[in-house]
């Protein structure tokens, strides 16, 4: 059994910042590709940012790159995601997804991995 529970979305103006927190209990998944995807209201489910699984480099959407960073804690098992000069279109539900075969942010293995609940932020003023 593998569970994964997101934590600190909100509400916040443009041009504010959130982090968001992902802690993994269960089985061992320390060497899994592990990272962030969001369903934003009138799109397909898209990758945010992650940790590959081969060598555990990050990736990033085009759209966050400069504003998002993933990060890690391997002892704590959690990933966070901060998130600065956030836009309206970041408005979304955000998941924490691992996989045991992720190289990329594209790959479908995503799709077939473990998700959480999500947590939901909302950029607006």
């Known amino acids: 059994q593998l569970e994964l529970a997101e934590s600190g979305g909100g509400l916040v103006q443009p041009g504010g910042s959130l982090r968001l927190s992902c802690v993994v209990s269960g089985f061992k998944t320390d060497d899994w590709a592990i990272g962030w995807f969001r369903q934003t209201p009138g799109k397909e489910r898209e990758g945010v940012s992650c940790f590959s699984h081969s060598d555990g480099a990050t990736h990033y959407a085009d759209s966050v790159k400069g504003r998002f960073t993933i990060s890690r804690d391997i002892a704590k098992r959690t990933v966070y995601l901060n998130m600065n000069s956030l836009k309206p279109e970041d408005t979304g539900i955000y998941y924490c997804?691992?996989?045991?075969?992720?190289?990329?942010?594209?790959?479908?293995?995503?799709?077939?991995?473990?998700w959480g609940q999500g947590t939901q932020v909302t950029v607006s003023s």
């Open positions: 997804v691992t996989t045991p075969h992720g190289p990329s942010l594209y790959t479908t293995s995503w799709f077939t991995g473990y």
